[in-house]
């Protein structure tokens, strides 16, 4: 059910690495991943299941993740990424997202972006309205100043932890982080989540790409304004428990986009334990499923 991964050209030199899951007829839904993180970070049988609810299904990695496109730039430095200095910004990674619905042939789509791909999915519904169906925003925020921002004990952890240089490392480093901003309200599966990090190393072990992605973060400023723009349904989904983004930037988000609609889960943080799957899902199915009934 799961198909291959397949690499495209979606425009101004850069391609995306992609799989297609469920059938191509059914309505397109595209997942967007987080900061630093690949089309895997969306489980299989997480994806499975939304294909089983009637949905063609897009995973990808961004640029400068995983086995797409890596920016042949040097990281900019922290002083530089926090003045937003940087090579590219959200509205590129936007681009990069309409180019591969372009390349797939995909007229519009629903969007369910999660974290850094949740700032993607809403920077496309503001400047691409006619390309998305309906948009969920999970775990993310808008740029304001002082809203979804990370915990203090996480920033610590971001800026002081040196880039792994082992495979066994990456599933060190990944085992702590998420389990200081992971769910404390649902099991915490350290196996789970080593296996998911080895996978990531295997498939790209370079180490600049995330920081690339955290300075487009912040080279794209506050997204407020652009964001009252969007005139399609929305659902805005945050925990919470997230030390990652602070629930601040669900319920900013929620007030920025007229119309959304924002729904709270009690004991989730910023990431996608098994235990909240079917909620997840119920949500993104009902909010989409809606939009077809139309």
């Known amino acids: 059910m799961i198909g291959e991964e397949t690499t495209i050209a979606v425009g101004r030199g850069?391609?995306?690495?992609?799989?297609?899951?469920?059938?191509?007829?059914?309505?397109?839904?595209?997942?967007?991943?987080?900061?630093?993180?690949?089309?895997?970070?969306?489980?299989?049988?997480?994806?499975?299941?939304?294909?089983?609810?009637?949905?063609?299904?897009?995973?990808?990695?961004?640029?400068?993740?995983?086995?797409?496109?890596?920016?042949?730039?040097?990281p900019?430095?922290?002083?530089?990424?926090?003045?937003?200095?940087n090579a590219y910004h959200l509205g590129d990674m936007a681009r990069d997202t309409v180019g591969l619905m372009d390349a797939l042939d995909v007229a519009d789509a629903h969007l369910v972006g999660?974290?850094?791909?949740?700032?993607?999915?809403?920077?496309?519904?503001?400047?691409?309205?006619?390309?998305?169906?309906?948009?969920?925003?999970i775990m993310s925020t808008t740029g304001a100043p002082r809203l979804g921002r990370p915990a203090l004990s996480t920033w610590r952890r971001?800026?002081?932890?040196?880039?792994?240089?082992?495979?066994?490392?990456?599933?060190?480093?990944?085992?702590?982080?998420?389990?200081?901003?992971?769910?404390?309200?649902?099991?915490?599966?350290?196996?789970t989540v080593r296996e998911a990090a080895g996978i990531a190393w295997d498939r790209d072990c370079s180490n600049g790409g995330i920081v690339r992605q955290l300075a487009g973060i912040f080279a794209s400023g506050d997204r407020s304004a652009e964001l009252a723009h969007i005139d399609v349904p929305t659902l805005v989904i945050?925990?919470?428990r997230d030390r990652m983004?602070?629930?601040?930037?669900?319920?900013?988000?929620?007030?920025?986009?007229?119309?959304?609609?924002?729904?709270?889960?009690?004991?989730?943080?910023?990431?996608?334990?098994?235990?909240?799957?079917?909620?997840?899902?119920?949500?993104?199915?009902?909010h989409a499923t809606s939009k077809e009934r139309v």
């Open 14 to 74: 850069i391609e995306l690495c992609f799989q297609q899951i469920g059938d191509p007829a059914d309505p397109p839904l595209f997942l967007i991943a987080g900061l630093g993180q690949q089309l895997h970070s969306w489980p299989d049988e997480f994806v499975t299941t939304l294909a089983g609810r009637g949905f063609s299904v897009t995973r990808f990695d961004n640029r400068d993740a995983g086995r797409s496109t890596h920016i042949a730039q040097r």
């Open 76 to 85: 900019p430095n922290p002083v530089a990424m926090f003045r937003g200095r």
């Open 114 to 137: 999660i974290s850094m791909g949740g700032m993607i999915a809403q920077t496309v519904a503001a400047h691409y309205p006619g390309r998305v169906r309906t948009l969920t925003s």
């Open 158 to 191: 971001m800026l002081t932890a040196r880039p792994p240089r082992t495979r066994a490392e990456a599933m060190d480093r990944a085992a702590a982080m998420f389990r200081h901003i992971g769910s404390h309200g649902f099991p915490f599966d350290e196996r």
């Open 238 to 240: 945050h925990g919470d």
């Open 245 to 286: 983004v602070h629930p601040t930037g669900g319920a900013a988000t929620a007030r920025a986009i007229p119309g959304a609609r924002l729904h709270t889960i009690t004991g989730l943080g910023h990431d996608l334990p098994v235990g909240a799957w079917e909620r997840v899902i119920d949500l993104v199915t009902d």
